[in-house]
C-alpha cells in the first residue's frame, strides 16, 4: 500500500508540473524539419515580402493584417507573434503589445520569454515580472544575453528602479563579471547602474569611480558625467561644476545613452537631453 500512495503522489507531480506549464505558456515546440520549413515560408510570404514592406507608422492596419494572414495559415508561429507586438511598443500602446508577445512566448518560450522580459523592463515598466520571467529564463537555460546584455543585467536594472539596492549591486555585479569574463571588459553601462546603485546609498566616493569607469569606456557619456557631478557636489567637491559642465557639452552633442532602443524609450536615470 505504502508504494502504491508513492507512485499515485508521483503522477499527482506530474500532472500538476504539466498544467503549471501549460498555465505559464512554457512548452517548448519540437517542429520536425519539414513543419519548420512550412513554418518558414509562411514568415518569408506574409512578414517578410508583405509586412515588411510597410511601415508600421503609416500603415499599421496593412502591417497587422499581412502576419494575420500568416497566423491564419499556422497561429504557432511565434516571429509573427512578436512582429506583431513590436511596432505597438515603440507607440507605447504596451497592454496591446503585451497580449500579443505573450502568444510568442507561448510557442517558443526559449526564444522570446527573455524578450518579454526585456520589454517589461525598458518599455513597460512593470519591474517585478521583468524579474520573473529572467529569473526563469535563468533557471531554465542560465545567464545569457538579450539585446546585448546579460539577464541579470536586467534583473538589476529592475530591482534598482524598486528600489531594492541591495539585490540590484548584486545582480549587477553579476553581470559585469560575465561581461569580463566573455568580452574582457565590462560594459559602460554596467558600470554606469553601479555608480548608480552606489550613488543612491550614498557612497559617493565609490559612486565616481565607477562613473570614471563608465567614462573610460565611453569618453562622450554625459549622463555618467551629471551624476558624477552630484556625487561630487553631495562630497562638497568644488569640481563638480566642471565635471558637470562636461556633461552638459556632450548632452548637447545628443551623446547619451546609446542603446538602439533608447530612441523609443528612456532609460532608467537617463538625463533628457537640453
Known amino acids: 500500500m505504502k508504494y502504491f500512495y508513492i507512485i499515485f503522489l508521483g503522477i499527482i507531480c506530474i500532472s500538476c508540473g504539466q498544467k503549471y506549464k501549460e498555465q505559464n505558456n512554457l512548452i517548448q515546440p519540437q517542429l520536425t524539419e519539414e513543419q519548420k520549413a512550412k513554418q518558414d515560408s509562411i514568415i518569408d510570404q506574409y512578414a517578410v515580402n508583405k509586412a515588411h514592406h510597410y511601415s508600421y507608422y503609416i500603415d499599421m492596419d496593412k502591417w497587422q493584417a499581412a502576419l494575420d494572414e500568416g497566423l491564419k495559415e499556422d497561429s504557432t508561429i511565434a516571429y509573427l507573434w512578436q512582429q506583431k507586438a513590436m ?4 507607440i507605447k500602446k504596451y497592454e496591446v503589445g503585451m497580449d500579443f508577445v505573450d502568444k510568442a512566448v507561448q510557442y517558443d518560450p526559449k526564444k522570446y ?21 529572467f529569473e526563469t529564463c ?13 539577464y541579470t543585467f536586467y534583473i538589476g536594472l529592475s530591482y534598482l528602479q524598486l528600489n531594492e539596492f541591495a539585490k540590484a549591486e548584486e545582480y549587477l555585479l553579476k553581470a559585469s563579471a560575465k561581461q569580463k569574463e566573455v568580452f574582457q571588459d565590462i560594459h559602460h553601462l554596467d558600470l554606469f547602474y553601479l555608480g548608480i546603485v552606489c550613488y543612491e546609498q550614498h557612497r559617493y566616493e565609490e559612486a565616481i569611480i565607477y562613473f570614471d569607469k563608465a567614462i573610460k569606456e565611453y569618453k562622450e557619456f554625459s549622463d555618467a558625467y551629471f551624476y558624477k557631478a552630484l556625487a561630487q557636489y553631495k ?9 558637470s559642465e562636461e556633461g552638459l557639452k556632450y548632452n548637447k552633442l545628443g551623446y547619451t545613452i546609446n542603446e538602439a ?10 538625463v533628457k537631453r537640453n
Do not use: V
Open 113 to 133: 520569454l527573455a524578450y518579454r522580459g526585456f520589454i517589461k523592463c525598458i518599455f513597460a515598466k512593470t519591474y517585478k515580472e521583468a524579474i520573473k520571467d
Open 261 to 270: 532602443n533608447a530612441i523609443y524609450e528612456l532609460y532608467p536615470y537617463q
Open 235 to 243: 562630497l562638497g567637491d568644488e569640481s563638480s561644476k566642471e565635471t
Open 87 to 90: 511596432p505597438y511598443f515603440k
Open 138 to 150: 535563468i533557471e531554465k537555460w542560465g545567464d545569457s544575453y538579450e539585446m546585448d546584455h546579460t
